[in-house]
């Protein structure tokens, strides 16, 4: 999540390109502020970890302590389909377990090309635009 979500969501020349955006994901980056805002303490990176463990934990208590135990499965998509097929009665399916939204595929889809070349374009002007002012007042053309 710190290399996918948080990192579009932080990025400050997100905030240039905000009007830009369309209602749906104009609201998203609201929700998600407000995520991260809220539930992480306003700093993902030194809270997030902490906040999901505790979280986690919260659950487990929550679901032994009504004696639940047994109803609840700890898994990690990257166990593949047996735990999950086990835990449900189910026969595992032909095929490797699903492996999706990786960083890459994350950054393809929820970042597009045209996202990333406003934000080059931007990213260049905010570099270009102060050196051109300072060159056209050391030589005085200002």
């Given at each position: 999540?710190l290399?996918?979500?948080y990192?579009?969501q932080s990025?400050?020349?997100?905030?240039?390109?905000?009007?830009?955006?369309s209602k749906?994901?104009?609201a998203?980056?609201?929700?998600?502020?407000?995520i991260?805002?809220q539930?992480?303490?306003?700093?993902f990176?030194?809270?997030?970890?902490?906040?999901?463990?505790?979280?986690n934990?919260?659950?487990?208590d929550?679901?032994?302590g009504?004696?639940n135990g047994?109803?609840?499965?700890v898994?990690?998509?990257r166990?593949g389909?047996?735990?999950l097929c086990k835990?449900l009665g189910k026969?595992v399916?032909e095929?490797?377990?699903?492996?999706?939204?990786?960083?890459?595929?994350?950054?393809?889809?929820?970042i597009p090309?045209?996202y990333?070349r406003?934000?080059?374009v931007?990213g260049?002007?905010?570099?270009?635009?102060?050196?051109l002012?300072?060159?056209g007042l050391?030589?005085?053309r200002?």
């Amino acid at each position: 999540m710190l290399h996918t979500i948080y990192a579009w969501q932080s990025d400050p020349l997100n905030r240039i390109i905000d009007p830009f955006l369309s209602k749906h994901r104009y609201a998203l980056r609201k929700l998600l502020d407000y995520i991260f805002l809220q539930f992480f303490y306003g700093n993902f990176p030194l809270y997030g970890k902490r906040v999901f463990e505790e979280h986690n934990q919260m659950v487990r208590d929550l679901t032994e302590g009504r004696g639940n135990g047994e109803r609840l499965l700890v898994f990690e998509a990257r166990e593949g389909w047996v735990p999950l097929c086990k835990f449900l009665g189910k026969d595992v399916p032909e095929g490797e377990y699903p492996r999706l939204h990786d960083t890459k595929e994350f950054r393809s889809h929820l970042i597009p090309e045209r996202y990333l070349r406003v934000k080059r374009v931007v990213g260049m002007m905010v570099v270009i635009v102060p050196v051109l002012i300072g060159w056209g007042l050391w030589r005085g053309r200002f």
